[in-house]
């Protein structure tokens, strides 16, 4: 389902008030029995701004960016922890989820660490294994993030079985050295270098507490 267009009425207004001045224009011509030679000088320029107006009317209509399209995704509201979990580590997940959950497109969430699941959160399938794929293999390996801005066009698009089956835009951003934060959103190349900033801060906010907390990891 395609967002509405906020703009949309914006853009709209050149090209109205370009095509009201023209039809006011040639009212005014018809309604006059004697057409004096300033009266003629002031249609010719009414008219070129009308046309102008309508001319930048029509341009906004042709260059207005296309928002990228949202799906409703597949599965169920979830909110899963770990249940061994010190009450420290408990907080600070509970936190971050939240944080990326309603200040970023993120509509699903887990925090893989030290090979197992400690957080499920957002719309997510019944399958709670995770099991890395080369993806997620990758990212604990080389500890830099990988976003896949359309997942659908990805072959490795199927080793995220755990994440809505729809999801539309992945990305796998490194906790430390022996985790991964793994985000789904429901919209393609919705994801702005902000957010990514974003996320790669509450990764380090949440190496932090797991380092100290789980008793290993690196934040080198």
Not at 27 to 43: G, H
Not at 52 to 60: D, K, R, S
Not at 64 to 84: I, K, S, T
Not at 151 to 176: A, H, K, M, W
Request: glycine share 8%.
């Amino acid at each position: 389902m395609a967002k509405p267009d906020p703009n949309r009425v914006v853009r709209l207004i050149p090209l109205v008030v370009g095509g009201l001045a023209a039809v006011l224009l040639l009212v005014n011509r018809l309604l006059t029995p004697e057409l004096t030679v300033t009266q003629a000088r002031s249609d010719v320029l009414g008219a070129i701004v009308s046309a102008v107006l309508i001319l930048t009317g029509l341009l906004w209509q042709q260059v207005a960016p296309r928002l990228p399209d949202a799906v409703e995704l597949v599965g169920e509201q979830r909110f899963e922890l770990a249940p061994d979990l010190p009450e420290t580590v408990r907080t600070e997940l509970a936190w971050a989820s939240y944080l990326l959950l309603t200040n970023t497109v993120t509509r699903s969430l887990i925090v893989f660490y030290q090979g197992k699941v400690l957080l499920r959160r957002g719309i997510l399938p019944e399958k709670t294994e995770v099991t890395p794929g080369a993806i997620v293999q990758r990212v604990l390996e080389k500890h830099k993030p990988v976003y896949l801005v359309a997942l659908s066009v990805y072959p490795g698009r199927f080793e995220f079985d755990y994440l809505p089956e729809n999801t539309q835009g992945v990305i796998c951003q490194p906790i430390g050295q022996q985790g991964v934060m793994i985000l789904g959103a429901n919209a393609p190349r919705s994801y702005t270098k902000q957010d990514e900033t974003w996320i790669a801060g509450i990764a380090d906010k949440l190496d932090v507490t797991l380092f100290r907390e789980q008793g290993a990891g690196s934040r080198e």
